[in-house]
Nanobody
């Protein structure tokens, strides 16, 4: 199994930037993908950006061109650079990893964008 620890997040004005970080620990050799989801209270959790072990990247349409996912599986870390933030981006952002086919989640970090 793995544990995911997030850092970053916070409060920012619309148009600003934030950077989220996630570090995996434990039996990390079994990780197939790492990425980020977000959830607004009362809404379903939605995928934001995913990075596969084979190098493929998937970015959700609402954030494409504004958010960038990066990282290295060798370091078991993934980052989410969020630029040109909008109030609609306010949510709890959670790090996610697939480990041998099983999903693991971080505790989440709040991102609040003031309009």
């Amino acid at each position: 199994q793995v544990s995911l620890a997030e850092s970053g997040g916070g409060f920012v004005q619309a148009g600003g930037s934030l950077r989220l970080s996630c570090a995996a620990s434990g039996h990390v050799s079994g990780i197939d993908s790492m990425g980020w989801y977000r959830q607004i209270p009362g809404s379903q959790r939605e995928q934001v950006a995913i990075m596969m072990k084979n190098g493929n990247i998937n970015i959700a349409n609402p954030v494409k061109g504004r958010f960038t996912i990066s990282g290295a599986f060798a370091d078991h870390k993934v980052y989410l650079q969020m630029d040109s933030l909008k109030s609609d981006d306010s949510a709890v952002y959670s790090c996610h990893a697939y480990w041998n086919g099983f999903p693991f989640w971080g505790r989440g970090t709040q991102v609040t964008v003031a309009s």
